[in-house]
């Protein structure tokens, strides 16, 4: 090898020097303009002021608690950079994203908890007003819930795949349209709908009655209501009407969602008693069961709910999720299969008392005998340790439908309403042992279970639903000795055992670790925060310190404040 060949050769290797050197420094420093946030290969930086600033970075394991590793970044201070998604936000349960502001900088939003913290609007609380803040639920879009046709209140599929009525939930669906027509008028904007012949109709001496047949041999078309007019505001989607058959009758609404121009049809069939049937994509069958014979009926049909239940169920099948936005969709018609005579069309914005009614007469008609409403399916929770035989009472669900049944009755006065909250609160003296509510922790404390499991569970955030039932049921009886005696009974059981629901981080969703020696079951976030609405609740009608002060305490957990150590 003659000296040109060595000075190449030893040029070729200087070159790829430096070429190695350039790229370790790459790895390890970088420069960020300002405003801008840049990620490669797990490298990150952040703009300070208005300059270019070096950060230099390095890769570091970190070994978390000696038997896993983690890929985490570090600088010459030696400060430790761990990632967020790929550690801290499971192993700490925490949450977090980057959000892009109006100047178009970057924020990382970091939250100890998922939930929101909602405290009461008022300092007073009244029964005849909101129930809570549940003028913000909406129970009917909740997953687990399928809508049902003529009793109008929602069935749940929650514990079962055949539908079902849960008290709770029927109770909650009521309470949530009671607070939501508090806020809103319940008339506004309402559209009467135009009427289309296309078969004979014939007044009844019912005000703006229409009838229609489809019987008679000759009959070539189905009688059709317009829904649709130019200038409807979109979030008409409540239909109203009154019914009167003296046969089956079948009606189909048309409706077509704005967003893929899709046409869909919600039938409903006077043959069949089945809840809720998917025929294909773009059809949906409730059953409205046997009809009462020359009786009117009034129907109302929240039509993005209908047509969401009927996604929710055909993407159940596909494992899939279903997504209907509000005011999506717009009313087209309706058309008629039958014999009988309509009147009082109109879509609304919304039908919140008639959603509440609904309920209320739900539960006078379906109170058994002992005065409650027994659940009609097995629960079976804490790893199979505890279970519930169909037929159990709930002390949440019978303090649930007293909530609903008194502002029935101060709304109308009518004694079946008051005589059904009284007759609620007799299952509160019965012991779960004989099919009642009454559990007692450690055999001392007595406890109105929302689920009355032999040993207890002691729920809290049912118990105090349950107390709130029974302070609504004594101030719509003017404070009758035995409905007192049950509410004060309850708030001395809280009184006593609140202190065991802390952790000194957060609280536990119940006690039943105590009698089974298990793990605590720990509230997550979203019951943490009903929990504190629920204590402050209380305080406003108690006025008792210890509500407020634990319940302030628990929204510093759910900031990450924890309970001091020895």
Known sequence: MGPRYLFKLGSLLVFCII??????????????????????????????????????????????????KVDCLTNDSMEVFMPFHGFIKN????????????????????????????QPSFKLYLTEGSFGHFANYNVAERERILSSMVPGVPMSIQW???????PVQVSQF??????????????ENAEKAAFFRRSSTVSDGHENAWCFSTLSSHSVARPVISLSRNG??????????SLLTDSNVNFTIFVRRLDTSLVYRIHYNGMINEPIRILNETDVLFGLGTLKRNVWQRFTRDLHIDVLHGQQLASRKKMKRAKLP?????????????????????????????????TANWLVKHQDSFGGWPVPVKRVFASNLLSLEPGWYSAMAQGHAMSVLCRAFLLTKKQVYLLAARRAAEIFARNASSGGILNYFLSTVPWYEEYPTIPGTFVLNGFIYSLIGLYDL???????QKISELYRRGLQSLNALLPLFDTGSGSLYDLRHVALQTAPNVARWDYHSVHIFQLLWLYAIEGDKLYSTTADRWIRFSRGERAKHN
């Open 19 to 68: 070429v190695i050197i350039i790229y370790e420094i790459r790895l390890s420093t970088f420069y960020c303009p300002y405003g801008e946030q840049t990620i490669i290969k797990g490298e990150h930086c952040t703009a300070i002021t208005n300059q270019t600033v070096l950060f230099p970075f390095r890769f570091i394991t970190c070994e978390i608690n000696g038997h896993r």
């Open 174 to 187: 009521g309470l949530e349209h009671y607070s939501r027509s508090l806020i809103v008028f319940e008339k």
């Open 474 to 480: 004594m101030t719509c009886t003017k404070n009758d």
């Open 232 to 241: 409807i505001p979109t979030d008409l989607v409540t239909l109203r009407f």
């Open 326 to 358: 509000a005011s999506s969709i717009i009313p087209l018609y309706m058309s008629f299969d039958g014999q009988g005579c309509i009147c009082n069309v109109t879509l609304q914005p919304h039908a919140h008392l008639d959603n509440f009614f609904d």
């Open 91 to 118: 192993y700490f349960q925490v949450s977090g994203s980057v959000r892009i502001r109006g100047n178009k900088s970057a924020l990382f939003e970091f939250t100890h908890s998922s939930a929101k913290i909602h």
């Open 160 to 166: 079962s795949a055949v539908p079902y009525f849960y």
